[in-house]
């Protein structure tokens, strides 16, 4: 069938039905010019003679010759090649320990916005929000790793500085210890460090142990009060532990009682 169509008072035809459809998506006519074929009793709207066909794009600037929106998109050409990386890059999220998580939010916006904008040409939008996802849940992996980097020193010197004191009390302990075999012995100390548990002086043998961070090896105590008495000099030491802990620390105590924790290099 051919068709006769009525454009501003002029007459032309006749055209192929396809015919007037690319006139009417070139813009050349529009929905409200008149056409007319064999048969018909008058001249009628294009855009009611001529319906838009289904899943063909029809566009007139007018907008009276409308189309749905599935008429007008055309068919995917491909594969958003951003949406590929964003979703890659998601994946790597797991074996960067997130690092990968900005790439892929990255290439997941932009592949996103350029589906959005080919108008249906491109595909892969849930391959780029899966990026995304990833790529967001990389950012929570990347703070919480950052955390635990600073989280982990903090608490590692918060041990190390209560096994310190704990070594420190017990020091304390162990010279009020041999101030009390000094006493039963006409002022002099014990000629070892293991004689205060052996003569029951001390009922704990965990106090010549050493906790976690300090307990490296060949650690103990470096006893140096056999030559001591307790009238000699207040300065004296007496116990020096034999290694520096973790944090190249070394604990020092006095005949006066006093203990320090002190550098590697300062102790005595």
Known sequence: MTYHVAKNGEKSGP???????RRLVAGELSGSDLGWHEGMAEWEPLSKLLPPPQAQPVFA????????????????????????ASLVCGILVFLTVGLAGLPAVITGHLALSGIRKSGGALGGRGMAIAGLILGYLGFGLTLIAVLASLAVPAFTMVKTQGDQMKVV???????????????DH???????IETLYDEQIIADRKLLEFPGVTDVPGQGWDYRGAELTDSSEGN????????ADRSKRKIVAHNDGSVKVVKERDAP
């Open 236 to 243: 004296a030491v007496v116990l020096v532990t034999k290694k």
């Open 169 to 183: 009390s017990n020091a304390k302990q162990l010279v009020i210890a041999m101030k009390q075999y000094s006493a």
């Open 61 to 84: 600037p007018s907008g009276v010759f409308a189309t749905n929106a599935a008429s007008l998109a055309p068919p995917p050409q491909g594969t958003s090649g951003l949406a590929i």
């Open 15 to 21: 055209f192929e039905k396809e015919e007037v459809y």
């Open 186 to 192: 006409d002022g002099k100390y014990p000629p070892s």
